[in-house]
């Protein structure tokens, strides 16, 4: 039969009219032709919107992309290596991911990149130094140089996405190249968004899927180091919404919405995984950075001196303005059992779901 029972079905789909376009489906932009959504809302819609994402492989980026693309936004992804954006195609609907090779100290690929966007993200950032990046080169000089390209094209809008505890006087070096980077952009592009996320934990992080594998590391300072984590779905939702808002030219503050020591990070995580405590010692921060520096002598990226370093600083005590950007932060308790789960062995898989109850605050005593 030409005609099947699946054809008719899919009649009334195909009538029925997409409705009709309102104001609100155009959006004007200085220097660049205006921005008209259409069609049915969702992953299958085309806002008009094109956003940049430099830094779309990594953590955050990937979770960027898709909350993007799922919202009918054309996303370009520059990336490095074929293999690293290749999971990032799937993301949105077709043609709605465009791929492009670029160099963070080539200037034409990275205008090739932002030359027909109207918003740019920049979510590149290395958590240690190799022979051919420092912090520097990509903190610094490489975010400077996004920002510079991307005003001279023209494009109306900017987020860089910065650290929580970037501070030109801490004692981090990764920190303090996040704080002269933010100074760089702000030089060339006075109009940007600077968003601060903290401490992230997710699938792929080096948070909290890393504590039981290496907790020695996080024992450092007696475990009393504070840290504000904050779910990296929250700060990729925050940071897609800004791309539906009035251009915000200040510094967004996206901590966690509660500050914990590592000491209780460690004790959430066994009693979630149902393994014992560790029996690590806590090594002074002298033979820590010892064996840091030693360990770079390895080809596989090591605990660094500064990583080292970063598990003495205490994440800054910011308010965040989530309110800002329309995103309630979810506590880590909330979440943790989904990237810690595996560490359970095969008798405990299933076992119920246990939180530690939380210290006392100074406050509370």
Not at 164 to 191: D, H, I, M
């Amino acid at each position: 039969m030409l005609l099947s029972s699946a054809t008719f079905a899919r009649l009334p789909r195909v009538a029925t009219p997409t409705g009709r376009r309102a104001v609100h489906d155009l959006l004007a932009l200085p220097d660049k032709p205006s921005i008209i959504s259409y069609g049915p809302a969702g992953r299958s819609a085309v806002t008009g919107h094109v956003a940049t994402v430099f830094g779309c492989t990594g953590f955050l980026g990937r979770y960027l992309v898709s909350k993007l693309a799922k919202a009918g936004t054309q996303v370009i992804i520059p990336y490095r290596d074929e293999d690293e954006k290749r999971h990032l195609k799937v993301t949105g609907d077709l043609g709605q991911i465009v791929s492009m090779e670029w160099d963070i100290r080539n200037e034409e690929q990275i205008a090739e990149c932002v030359r027909h966007s109207d918003i740019v993200y920049n979510l590149v950032g290395r958590d240690y130094e190799t022979k051919n990046f420092t912090f520097d080169d990509v903190h610094v000089k490489g975010a400077g140089r996004i920002a510079k390209v991307t005003a001279s094209v023209g494009v109306p809008r900017l987020v860089h996405v910065s650290h929580l505890n970037a501070s030109s006087t801490s004692t981090s070096q990764f920190y303090r190249s996040k704080a002269a980077g933010e100074t760089a952009v702000r030089e060339v592009f006075p109009g940007s968004t600077i968003v601060r996320p903290g401490p992230m934990f997710g699938h792929e992080d080096k948070f909290l899927t890393n504590m039981p594998l290496w907790p020695i590391w996080w024992k450092l300072n007696h475990g009393q180091t504070k840290a504000r984590p904050v779910h990296v779905m929250d700060v990729a939702q925050a940071l897609s919404n800004l791309n539906g808002m009035p251009a915000l030219s200040r510094t967004l503050a996206l901590p966690g919405p509660s500050t914990l020591t590592y000491e209780y990070l460690l004790e959430l995580v066994s009693t979630l995984t149902y393994n014992a405590p560790s029996r690590a010692p806590v090594l002074p921060k002298r033979v820590a950075l010892v064996l840091a520096r030693a360990a770079q002598r390895i080809w596989w990226p090591a605990l660094s001196p500064d990583e080292v370093e970063r598990r003495y600083v205490d994440d800054a005590d910011t308010p965040g303005d989530w309110a800002l950007v329309g995103v309630e932060p979810d506590e880590i308790e909330n979440h943790a059992i989904t990237y810690v789960r595996r560490y359970r062995s095969a008798a405990n898989y299933i076992r119920p779901i246990v939180v530690p109850p939380r210290p006392l605050t100074t406050v509370e005593q």
